[in-house]
């Protein structure tokens, strides 16, 4: 079983920065990639910026040269530094691992982030 806890949220004013972290329990085996989505009221969830475990990273048009994902030396847990914040990026941030051959997701239960102008 693992579990994924989310810490790091919170409120900023525009151009504002907050750290968010997420940190994997349960197993010690290194995940295929960790990532961070957000979801908006009324809105999808959408990607914010993925992070495998070679490194390679992913990040939505959105938040590029704005954030950065990151993982620890033990591979379980990921970093999302967010700089110049914007308050269309308040949002819930939610954190995903997937693992295994099979791709099995896991998901955190979310941390709020809140960007005034």
């Known amino acids: 079983q693992v579990h994924l806890v989310e810490s790091g949220g919170g409120s900023v004013q525009a151009g504002g920065s907050l750290r968010l972290s997420c940190a994997a329990s349960?197993?010690?085996?290194?995940?295929?990639?960790m990532g961070w989505y957000r979801q908006a009221p009324g809105n999808q969830r959408e990607l914010v910026a993925v992070i495998t475990l070679r490194g390679i990273t992913t990040y939505a048009d959105s938040v590029k040269g704005r954030f950065t994902i990151s993982t620890g030396n033990a591979k379980n847990t990921v970093y999302l530094q967010m700089d110049s914040l914007k308050p269309e990026d308040t949002a819930v941030y939610y954190c995903?691992?997937?693992?295994?051959?099979?791709?099995?997701?896991?998901w955190g239960r979310g941390t709020q982030v809140t960007v005034s102008s």
């Open positions: 995903k691992a997937v693992r295994g051959a099979a791709a099995t997701a896991y």
């Open positions: 349960g197993s010690m085996f290194s995940f295929n990639f």
